[in-house]
């Protein structure tokens, strides 16, 4: 088990630590709530020691990466980032990835739902080096994430693009910035070395406090994955493992020759997806929503309950169901039938809202 | 199933399946409308598209559908399934008047 690479900050903030991916790390700060409501409405800073990380040479590792994930590596140009994902032979998904190309060196950043040997496996053949142990994740998001960014890094950064990524200096510490994020928000994924981890997200902190930041945890990200429709690698995807069902196939390239799990993905595609991913909801005020619970449509079942929690956005809890393709829709009326009785639901389109980050004119900050 | 799921059902896949042929027409997309998932994000992560791009979602559903989606079009273009949503919308309001939502 590692130990998050700013244990020091959490354990003075109080942190209640989980273990994730083999990482030790932030669950929460005692107020899950609270914490997701920085991320929707201010900024939240987060330790995603869980996250890991493989660094290559540019021009030796893009085309043996771009044989390994499913999306189009090769064509990835220079400061730019591919969010794509990882399967194993068998076309089950392994990581959601993101892969940013700098100028001399590749990133891989890996949300894995398989041990970190089994990633490592599979990139066996590319010349990128397991750099996790000695390299920090930070993620900063929010209608505010820019703040602190701008604050630190200066106005340029505004001008990032999402999914792009930039070499940065924060006193003498590098600092490579990613434009990513995973909660419908404003985000960044800061990459430091992990020795400098505490002082920068001391910086964090610091440039944040006037833009209302807190940090959060891992409980908090769940759910703003959840109602922001963010793929969640350890929550659905780990359930389901399938990326078709999952509706991940915007993922993959299907015009590449190949990569990892290609045959057995075509030949599924081909064979058509039978069940898919949906939204619920309960009706506001009913409690009990589980995952594994039944999905009952007018009596029949008709598919099952993958992840769910409470959502601050919609003021209900909420999940994600595997449905029978023919019944797998938004607007539907259904029965959850839970251990505790059966619950109204409905099926819902995602995200249920607009993320405040949508309103937000960057060019006007 | 009941008829008035079957009902809803094919209302809304009818609007899904003409607002996905618009998607991979107009922005020649390389998926068929099976690869679309109806809560996939159209800005951003998931098919990444550009203001442009945007612009060109609002022209197709304005011209499908004959609605008017005005300014507030941003945040309905979060997914497929948010359009569609705010067609059927438009089309309940219309035909409660005799409007002219097609």
Redesign the interface.
């Known amino acids: 088990m590692r130990n998050s690479h700013v244990a020091s900050f959490l354990a003075r903030a109080g942190a209640m630590m989980t273990d994730r991916d083999g990482a030790n790390l932030a669950a929460h700060f005692g107020d899950v709530g609270a914490e997701y409501r920085a991320v929707r409405e201010a900024v939240g800073l987060l330790d995603a020691s869980h996250v890991l990380v493989f660094k290559g040479p540019v021009d030796d590792a893009i085309y043996p990466l771009d044989e390994v994930f499913a999306g189009n590596v090769a064509n990835l140009r220079y400061g730019r980032v591919l969010h794509t994902l990882l399967a194993d032979a068998e076309g089950m998904i392994v990581a959601d990835a993101y892969i940013a190309c700098g100028d001399e060196e590749i990133l891989v950043l890996c949300e894995a739902c398989a041990p970190r040997e089994d990633v490592a496996r599979l990139l066996a053949g590319c010349p990128v080096r397991d750099v996790t142990d000695e390299t920090a994740v930070l993620c900063v998001d929010g209608p505010k994430a820019w703040g602190p960014l701008r604050d630190l890094f200066g106005r340029d950064i505004l001008g990032m693009p999402y999914l792009s990524v930039e070499a940065h200096d924060l006193d003498g510490v590098p600092v490579g910035v990613l434009r990513a994020g995973k909660t419908a928000e404003f985000g960044y994924w800061l990459v430091v070395p992990a020795a400098d981890a505490d002082k920068v997200h001391g910086r964090l902190m610091d440039a944040g406090a006037r833009h209302g930041i807190a940090p959060y945890g891992l409980d908090a990200l769940d759910l703003l994955k959840l109602d922001g429709r963010f793929f969640n690698v350890n929550r659905e995807g780990r359930a389901v493992r399938d990326p078709l069902p999952l509706g991940l196939q915007w993922m993959i390239d299907f015009q590449k020759d190949g990569f990892s799990g290609r045959d057995a993905i075509l030949a599924r595609r081909e064979a058509g997806v039978p069940r898919k991913i949906v939204g619920i909801a309960l009706a506001a005020g009913a409690k009990g929503l589980a995952e594994g619970s039944t999905v009952v449509l007018d009596g029949d079942p008709v598919g099952t309950v993958v992840a769910c929690g409470w959502s601050d956005g919609l003021q209900r809890e909420m999940g994600l169901a595997l449905l029978d393709q023919p019944v797998a829709w938004s607007g539907l009326d259904f029965e959850v039938r839970t251990d505790s009785g059966a619950l109204p639901a409905r099926s819902i389109s995602l995200p249920p809202f607009v993320p405040a980050s949508l309103s937000v004119r960057l060019d006007e900050v | 199933?009941?008829a008035r799921?079957q009902s809803?059902?094919e209302t809304?896949?009818e609007v899904?399946a003409r607002i996905k042929r618009n998607l991979i027409t107009r922005l020649s997309l390389?998926?068929t409308e099976?690869?679309?998932?109806?809560?996939?994000?159209l800005?951003?992560?998931?098919?990444?598209l550009d203001s442009l791009d945007a612009l060109e979602v609002v022209l197709s559903v304005e011209q499908e559908f004959g609605v008017k989606v005005g300014d507030g079009g941003?945040?309905l273009l979060?997914?497929i399934?948010?359009i569609?949503?705010f067609v059927?919308e438009q089309k309940a309001a219309s035909a409660a008047i005799g409007g002219g939502v097609r």
Not at chain 2, 43 to 48: A, Y
């Open positions: 199933m009941h799921t809803l059902i809304r896949s899904v390389p998926y099976d690869d679309l998932h109806e809560d996939v994000s800005l951003g992560s998931g098919l990444g941003i945040g979060r997914s399934n948010t569609v949503d059927l």
